[in-house]
């Protein structure tokens, strides 16, 4: 049984990540308007197109993260815990691509000078904290008693489960590219190493789209039952497009 007084959150937690994510997006869109602007590469492993997307995909994953994790009736320091690192990872992911793209060097795949390497095992690090974090809270997804909206319980579940396949995603391209840095043929990592991307970006924001709209039919008059229905059709057919998605890019990038 849960101790209710034990799940209480802590909104400063939860501040503090709504903040950071706020702070993530604005520094996508500055990038963005300097892509727009300056003329800057939008390719290669020195675009500014990387600060850009993190900056938008990391603000975005994280408001996500604490928003859905509100849901979740999780022990007070769990929450405070798995938040808290989430919102640290995230900063440091995108902090770090950031200040490589201002030096005017690759920000992943990059051990060309000992602070490069340095880098990229900063990036390395906080993508392996983001897998367990997010592990974490799939496991938590499914113990833990979710608030009981209609259908927010499958839309949290599948949601979790999905961004666990851009966790694993990003794992490969990373693990890749870094075989291919250490054989010597850093060219082909900048090339090929991105070359899940699409399967990372359909899998990333299931955590949003379908709590979101298992939120947005609770405000509806229709049935409880009716809700459940279409969240579980939405569920579904998301898992399926992420399944097509991912099943295509394998198939392109083996040829």
Same mark, same amino acid.
């Given at each position: 049984?849960?101790?209710?007084?034990?799940?209480?959150?802590?909104?400063?937690?939860? %501040?503090?990540? #709504?903040?950071?994510?706020?702070?993530?997006?604005?520094?996508?869109?500055?990038?963005?308007?300097?892509?727009?602007?300056?003329?800057?590469?939008?390719?290669?492993?020195?675009?500014?197109?990387?600060?850009?997307?993190?900056?938008?995909?990391?603000?975005?994953?994280?408001?996500?993260?604490?928003?859905?994790?509100?849901?979740?009736?999780?022990?007070?320091?769990?929450?405070?815990?798995?938040?808290?690192?989430?919102?640290?990872?995230?900063?440091?992911?995108?902090?770090?691509?950031?200040? %490589?793209?201002?030096?005017?060097? !690759?920000?992943?795949?990059?051990?060309?000078?000992?602070?490069?390497?340095?880098?990229?095992?900063?990036?390395?690090?906080?993508?392996?904290?983001?897998?367990?974090?997010?592990?974490?809270?799939?496991?938590?997804? /499914?113990?833990?008693?979710?608030?009981?909206? !209609?259908?927010?319980?499958?839309?949290?579940?599948?949601? /979790?489960?999905?961004?666990?396949?851009?966790?694993?995603?990003?794992?490969?391209?990373?693990?890749?590219?870094?075989?291919?840095? /250490?054989?010597?043929?850093?060219?082909?990592? #900048?090339?090929?190493?991105?070359?899940?991307?699409?399967?990372?970006?359909?899998?990333?924001?299931?955590?949003?789209?379908? !709590?979101?709209?298992?939120?947005?039919?609770?405000?509806?008059?229709?049935?409880?039952?009716? %809700?459940?229905? #279409?969240?579980?059709?939405?569920?579904?057919?998301?898992?399926?497009?992420?399944?097509?998605?991912?099943?295509?890019?394998?198939?392109?990038?083996?040829?």
């Amino acid at each position: 049984m849960v101790n209710v007084s034990a799940t209480i959150p802590d909104k400063r937690i939860e %501040q503090v990540g #709504y903040l950071t994510g706020v702070l993530l997006l604005a520094s996508g869109l500055l990038h963005l308007a300097i892509l727009l602007t300056s003329g800057r590469s939008w390719e290669g492993p020195l675009s500014w197109r990387k600060p850009m997307t993190f900056g938008l995909s990391f603000g975005l994953t994280l408001i996500t993260i604490v928003w859905v994790a509100s849901f979740m009736r999780l022990r007070a320091r769990t929450r405070t815990i798995v938040l808290g690192a989430f919102t640290a990872a995230a900063a440091l992911e995108t902090a770090l691509i950031t200040m %490589q793209t201002w030096r005017g060097v !690759p920000s992943h795949f990059n051990v060309e000078t000992p602070f490069d390497a340095w880098v990229t095992r900063g990036l390395a690090g906080g993508g392996v904290a983001l897998v367990i974090l997010v592990v974490t809270l799939t496991i938590a997804a /499914f113990r833990a008693p979710i608030d009981p909206l !209609p259908g927010m319980t499958v839309a949290i579940r599948t949601g /979790f489960l999905i961004l666990c396949g851009a966790m694993a995603t990003g794992a490969i391209m990373i693990a890749r590219g870094m075989m291919l840095v /250490f054989e010597g043929d850093a060219a082909a990592a #900048y090339t090929t190493g991105g070359a899940l991307k699409p399967t990372h970006a359909v899998t990333m924001h299931a955590i949003l789209v379908l !709590p979101a709209l298992a939120w947005l039919l609770s405000r509806t008059s229709w049935s409880e039952e009716r %809700q459940r229905k #279409y969240i579980r059709v939405a569920s579904a057919g998301y898992a399926l497009l992420a399944v097509i998605v991912a099943v295509a890019n394998i198939a392109v990038t083996s040829r």
